[in-house]
């Protein structure tokens, strides 16, 4: 953990940092439910996760598959727990910052933490949740030598800009959703498409391959079975790629752009470089209040280790409950945190939204009053 020299621009870091009580890395289930247990306590929060949807391994691993052990729902697939825990969230207004990486946690002299993300959004936060599970989910890489070299230019791993691609020869890697759609999005731009998978079948909606087969019956896109194994620059500018077809034959094909949806694979990421005490790659918490090795710094869910761990869902509805109660705290020193029942609190129900105004007195009671 680096602490913010004073040379940084004070006055730009006000103006433009989004100041929040909690900023919470990681909108799985786990971050989501946080959001809830913060929200109880008066407490405000700003999500974000590197995915495009919320719901962390459920959504983007298991959307469909049914879930057995959440309490009290028998079952229920990936993307409607995460449809619930939206819902169940909903009240408590967070901010949802989703494509974009926590990339940068700096200590502040006033001890609060600057938070930057790879879209360079800031936030000035009282305290920080990771609930980063398996790490941010990172694109698989093509591995042919000298691919890297062309990253950005030539070869991209997501689009920013279909227009980019606009009158180019576009060759897209890749069998799942994200592959057929770019297909299908760039054929109307794009000067030529060749889609290249390594198996005849796809993995992506059969709606999309069978409007796939159709540009191809119109010689409006092409289809290759194979796989690169080069990749040939001139002058640093991409110029073909050798794809090995079935029966040992190479082709040559010619093109501008190279796009590789390979799918997607957790890493740990920039949190690895955040000074937290690791243990095989999970972060090191206490079970009283999932604090991490630096105070203010908490992770709940599957990022984090302690003896007995289980990565679970369950599991980490719970350590929320604990860290938040423990972050009112650590924000509201020598305040006392009472625990209140969502049945029979008025507090609880104003700050659900379920009641009218609970009299700002009674507020100040019920909340052990400063
Ligand atoms: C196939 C499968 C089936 C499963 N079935 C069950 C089951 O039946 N019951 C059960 O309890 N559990 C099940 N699990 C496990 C369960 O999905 C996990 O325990 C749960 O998803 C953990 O939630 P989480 O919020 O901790 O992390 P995750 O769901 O992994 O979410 C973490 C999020 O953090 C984001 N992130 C990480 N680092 C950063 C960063 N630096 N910046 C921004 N974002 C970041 C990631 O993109 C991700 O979206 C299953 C898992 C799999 C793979």
């Known amino acids: 953990m680096s ?17 929040t009580d909690v900023v919470i890395v990681g909108a799985g289930p786990c971050g989501l439910f946080q959001v809830f247990e913060l929200g109880l306590l008066g407490l405000k929060a700003q999500l ?30 990936g993307q409607e727990l995460t449809d619930r825990l939206l819902q169940q969230i909903k009240p408590f207004d967070a901010g949802l ?26 936030f000035d936060a009282g305290a920080i949740v990771i609930a980063g599970g398996v790490g941010s989910f990172q694109p698989r890489r093509l591995e042919v030598p000298g691919v890297d070299a062309l990253e950005g230019s030539y070869v991209h791993y997501r689009v920013k800009d279909p227009r980019a691609f606009a009158d180019q020869e576009v060759v897209i890697l890749g069998g799942g959703d994200s592959a057929l759609d770019w297909a299908l999005a760039l ?20 709606a999309s391959v069978a409007k796939l087969q159709a540009l191809r019956d119109e010689h409006r896109a092409d289809v290759l079975i194979g796989q690169v194994k080069e990749v040939t620059p001139q002058d640093g500018v991409l110029k073909s790629i050798s794809v090995l077809c079935g029966y040992g034959v190479v082709r040559r094909v010619e093109l501008n752009q190279l796009l590789v949806f390979f ?51 369950l599991s980490g509805f719970h350590e929320a409950a604990l860290a938040a109660f423990s972050i009112k705290e650590y924000l509201e020193p020598g305040k ?14 104003k700050r659900l939204g379920v009641t009218e105004q609970v009299a700002e007195g009674e507020e100040r009671k019920i909340a052990g009053g400063r």
């Open 336 to 349: 006392k945190v009472h625990l209140q029942y969502t049945t029979t609190s008025p507090l609880m129900h």
């Open 97 to 122: 910052h989703l494509g974009q990486e926590v990339s940068v946690v700096e200590r502040q002299v006033n001890g609060r933490f600057r938070v930057v993300t790879s879209a360079a959004t800031v």
């Open 187 to 206: 054929v109307e731009h794009a000067s030529s498409v060749v889609l290249v998978h390594r198996r005849p079948e796809f993995r992506g909606a059969p």
């Open 3 to 19: 602490t913010a020299s004073h040379s940084d621009s004070a006055l730009r870091f006000e103006r433009s940092a989004i100041h």
């Open 263 to 313: 799918g997607l694979r957790p890493s740990l990421g920039p949190i690895a470089n955040w000074g937290l005490e690791i243990n095989k790659k999970q972060l090191s918490v206490d079970t009283e209040k999932f604090q991490t090795s630096v105070p203010g710094i908490y992770a709940v869910g599957d990022i984090n280790s302690y003896p007995g761990k289980k990565k679970l869902i």
């Open 48 to 77: 974000v996760d590197s995915l495009k949807a919320p719901g962390g391994q459920c959504v983007e691993l298991y959307p469909d598959k049914p879930i057995y052990d959440i309490p009290a729902i028998p079952v229920c697939s």
